[in-house]
C-alpha cells in the first residue's frame, strides 16, 4: 500500500534493548502496566533530560541513555528518508496528513510494548492479537513509527488492510525493521495471534504541529 514503508535492520542491539528496558528497578522508563487486553506496555520521554549523560547516572541508566540516543537517531534517519521521499518523488501522499507541517518535537514519547504469550491463550484471541484499528483518532493526522525488537515468537505478522482491493496485506518483522504509515484512515491495522514467546516492540508518533513553521525546505533537495 502506497505510504507505508519498511526500513530493514535499521536499529542494532535489539536483545540488549529489551533486556535493558523490561526491569522496572532504577529505570527511566515508567513501570509496566496492563496494555489493553494484549499484553503490557511502559514509556519513556526522549528529551535531553534523557539523552545526555551525567556523572551521577547509575550504570543502568547511562546504558538506558545509550539505547535511547541510538532509537532517536534511527527516528531521525528514517523519519527524513520518508518525508524526502515523498516530497522528492512526486509519488501520491494522504490527503488526511499535512506533510509540510510534520516535525519531530524536542520531547516526545516512546512506548515499549510487550504482546504476553499467555494472553493469547484467552478465547478472544482466537486468530488476531489486536483488531483493526487506526491510531489517530485526534483527526490531526501524522505518522505512526514502530520498532520491531524480536522475532522468536510465532506468528505476530502485522496487517494492513486496503479498502481499495479488500485485500489484507501481511508482513513478519525481523528485529531492527521500523514500519511507517500515517496514523489515520484509511491505514486499517492489525496483528496476528502470536504463541510460543512474547513480541516486543517500541512505538512513538509524529503528529502534524500546528503552527506557522514550515518544513518543506527542511527536507526538499538543495538542486
Partial sequence: MPGIHV???VLKDCKKIIKCFEDNEDSLLSDWEQWETQGYK???SINEKNLFLKKNDSKKIKKQK???NKINKCLEIVFNDYVSFYLNENVPWPENVNINKLQILNDYYMGFYKYDVKHMLKDDFKKIAMRYHVDDITGKGGL???YYLNDNYDGGEI???NKNDSKIYQY???PG???VFPSGKPFYHGV???SKNNRYHLRNFIYCVDNDKNILDKYKDNK
Fill in 66 to 68: 545509550k539505547y535511547i
Fill in 172 to 174: 513478519k518483522p525481523s
Fill in 159 to 161: 496487517c494492513f488492510y
Fill in 177 to 179: 525493521d521500523i514500519t
Fill in 144 to 146: 505512526t513509527f514502530t
Fill in 7 to 9: 526500513y530493514k535492520n
Fill in 42 to 44: 511502559k514509556g519513556f
Fill in 192 to 194: 496476528n495471534k502470536i
